[in-house]
């Protein structure tokens, strides 16, 4: 009974690829198989990246924060940003898109949305290895007057009581 209600939604093309598919398993597996080793490349390959992003930001840090310490994140972010893009051209030929689903070319501007790399995170990773850059987070602003204290948090509802 599934079967014709399956046949009946996908229609007549939708049978004869089921029906092939249910004929030809190894062709299946196969391509599953080939597209399951290149998502497992591509998110190593995003691994790789997001590590040695961090080390990046870590070793320029260090160099850059001993010359001046009154260097931003932002500003540390746009020292890094030539060499990092270079390292993602050489270093992630394919990322996983969002929803794991398929593959990406590994452009500089898809790998900075994929690992969030922006001054924050620059800011972020710093503060994480016991670093501590000048200024301020660039993630975060602040509040006007009269503003909630932290503008990223949403007002708590108040529930009405039943009665």
């Known amino acids: 009974?599934?079967?014709?209600?399956?046949?009946?939604?996908?229609?007549?093309?939708?049978?004869?690829?089921?029906?092939?598919?249910?004929?030809?398993?190894?062709?299946?597996?196969?391509?599953?198989?080939?597209?399951?080793?290149?998502?497992?490349?591509?998110?190593?390959?995003?691994?790789?990246?997001?590590?040695?992003?961090?080390?990046?930001?870590?070793?320029?840090?260090?160099?850059?924060?001993?010359?001046?310490?009154?260097?931003?994140?932002?500003?540390l972010y746009d020292q890094l940003y030539p060499d990092w893009s270079e390292m993602v051209r050489k270093t992630a030929p394919l990322v996983p898109h969002r929803w794991e689903l398929w593959p990406l070319p590994g452009t500089p501007s898809i790998v900075r949305k994929q690992i969030g790399f922006s001054p924050h995170w620059v800011w972020g990773h710093l503060l994480a290895h016991g670093m501590r850059p000048a200024g301020s987070d660039p993630g975060a602003r602040e509040p006007a007057a009269g503003e909630r204290e932290s503008a990223r948090e949403p007002e708590k509802k108040r529930k009405k009581p039943r009665g």
């Open 1 to 75: 009974m599934f079967q014709e209600i399956l046949y009946a939604i996908v229609g007549r093309w939708g049978r004869a690829v089921i029906e092939w598919m249910l004929a030809n398993p190894v062709v299946v597996a196969g391509v599953l198989l080939v597209w399951g080793a290149v998502m497992l490349w591509s998110r190593s390959n995003l691994r790789r990246v997001e590590r040695q992003t961090g080390l990046l930001v870590l070793e320029e840090a260090r160099r850059a924060l001993g010359a001046s310490s009154r260097l931003t994140a932002e500003q």
